[in-house]
């Protein structure tokens, strides 16, 4: 049986886990820009990235003092019976004084922070109902500097595939030195004004040594990639051969007279995890389960 | 070669740092971000005293993850904002209070340096991110003012010990390694753009 506090510890757990240490895709990726670089300045951006990664990872402490707004995607069992919801919400509230967390969430127009993460619609969770037994939560924790980066539009039918890679190029551009590049994007194509920054956001969810099933996507996402990084904008925007780890594109059937693209820019420490709460209430980390 | 300073910077330490040179800090390093630049600037407008004094400081844009431990405070992890929301207060701040160093990422803009290149400021990049490697030099909290703007906007006065390394990205002379690069990436665009079959 699961209790809420099964959920509110699991949360906690996921929390830390989540902004001590990067997924493995991610930190890969990392030391192989920090290999490929040949010039002093991003080999020392890239050092010092490199070097924290470690000391966070010793200390159980967070990599970055950006810990993000709790943002998560939970998959519920069909039978399921606790308050998944409350269980999260107390997690936050725990995880916030205990990881610690920093408290990031405020009242947008007073600017009134309550310290706890917790507020209207925050955390805020995107609900699934699948065919598995267990209970499975995501959680990315997204620092603001590369979210302020993040832009959609809606473009022409006519504008059509090029319009899609120059948006991506020019939301690059536009974003710079700013959002603690080397970046990843998440790229979402189609749907809705806005079901493609959902999607952008949720491309983010997968390892970026993973192309999209799709042929067609998956040349996308290579030819983006490597037309990004010839721009030199280059660890921290320093300068160097590193401007993005890696570009995930999803997409979605839209109107026939909308091209709506989205494109959600993450910082070098993209952090997101997931854990599974088993119905006898033992939480489990796929990441871990190799 | 790195470079050692201590705080309050004298005008003569920064106007003799150049560009990419490599900086560690000791003395008093504070945070500041974008309340506390508006409070600043409002307290000045209405001729109210400030709880700190910014001159020669080592203004650094950071809301940090603290941790009471007694009745002290104890940094957990401190990396640097992104500098250029501050761009539309900076040059007002630098002229008034004066700091001598301005740590951040991501750069500033052109006004942020001509104000450097007046009063003689610096801006030293810090690597986003690296919030545990920054925390190890800045080795206690002496107090922290304006605490009820929340944790990440407060002013947190902290003493720092061979906090760095610190890139010198913007000079007092005018220079920034952020519009050097601009103008490369500048060139570089044409050729992403040919491997995209974009004109």
């Known amino acids: 049986m699961v209790t809420e506090t099964d959920i509110q510890n699991a949360t906690v757990e996921l929390l830390r886990r989540t902004v ?11 030391r192989k820009a920090y290999e490929a670089e040949t010039d002093e300045v991003p080999k020392m951006q890239l050092k010092a990235i490199l070097d924290n990664i470690d000391m966070a990872s ?5 990599m970055c003092q950006d810990t993000g707004v709790p943002i998560f995607y939970v998959t519920l069992p069909r039978d399921c019976a606790v308050d998944v919801g409350k269980g999260i919400v107390d997690g936050v509230r725990l995880a916030t004084k205990e990881v610690p967390l920093r408290p990031n969430g405020v009242h947008p127009l007073t600017r009134k922070n309550p310290g706890d993460n917790v507020g209207e619609r925050m955390p805020y969770i995107n609900w699934k109902v699948g065919d598995q037994d267990h209970i499975e939560i995501s959680v990315m924790t997204k620092g603001a500097g590369s979210e302020n980066m993040s832009q959609m539009a809606m473009l022409t039918p006519s504008q059509g595939l090029k319009g899609v890679k120059e948006f991506v190029l020019n939301t690059v551009l536009r974003a710079g030195s700013n959002p603690c590049p080397p970046t990843i994007l998440g790229v979402g194509i189609g749907g809705s004004s806005d079901i493609c920054m959902k999607l952008a956001k949720e491309a983010l969810l997968r390892p970026i040594d993973v192309r999209h099933r799709d042929p067609e996507i998956a040349a996308l996402e290579t030819d983006l990639l490597e037309a990004v990084n010839m721009l030199g904008i280059g660890p921290m925007g320093l300068g160097g051969r590193t401007t993005t780890l890696g570009i995930n594109v999803e997409y979605a059937y839209c109107h026939t007279a909308s091209l709506p693209v989205g494109v959600n820019v993450q910082c070098w420490a993209g952090r997101h995890g997931t854990v599974r709460i088993q119905p006898d209430g033992k939480a489990t980390f796929p990441s871990e389960e190799g | 070669m790195a470079k050692r300073l201590k705080t309050p910077l004298s005008e003569q330490d920064v106007r003799a740092l150049d560009l990419g040179e490599i900086v560690y800090l000791d003395g008093v390093v504070m945070t500041g971000r974008d309340e506390v630049h508006l409070h600043a600037l409002e307290y000045l ?13 080592a203004l650094f844009h950071c809301g940090p993850i603290m941790r009471k431990v007694g009745e002290g405070w104890e940094v957990v992890a401190a990396g640097p904002t992104t500098s250029s929301r501050m761009n539309s207060l900076e040059p007002q701040f630098i002229e008034k209070f004066r700091p001598g160093a301005i740590i951040g990422k991501g750069g500033m803009s052109q006004p942020t340096i001509d104000a450097m290149k007046k009063h003689g400021c610096v801006y030293l990049a810090i690597t986003g991110g690296a919030a545990v490697l920054a925390a190890k030099g800045l080795k206690s909290v002496r107090g922290v003012e304006w605490y009820e703007l929340g944790m990440p906007e407060a002013i947190w006065v902290m003493d720092a010990e061979n906090f760095g390394p610190l890139t010198v990205a913007i000079d007092a002379k005018g220079n920034s390694m952020f519009a050097a690069v601009a103008s490369k990436v500048k060139e570089n665009e044409q050729k992403a753009r040919a491997r995209l079959g974009l004109k």
């Not at chain 2, 407008?45 to 400081?57: H, I, N, T, Y």
Request: proline share 14%.
């Open chain 2, 45 to 57: 407008e209405k001729g109210k005293a400030l709880p700190v004094d910014f001159k020669g400081s």
């Open chain 1, 20 to 30: 001590v240490r990067l997924p493995p895709d991610v930190e890969a990726a990392l």
């Open chain 1, 58 to 62: 010793e200390g159980n402490t967070p």
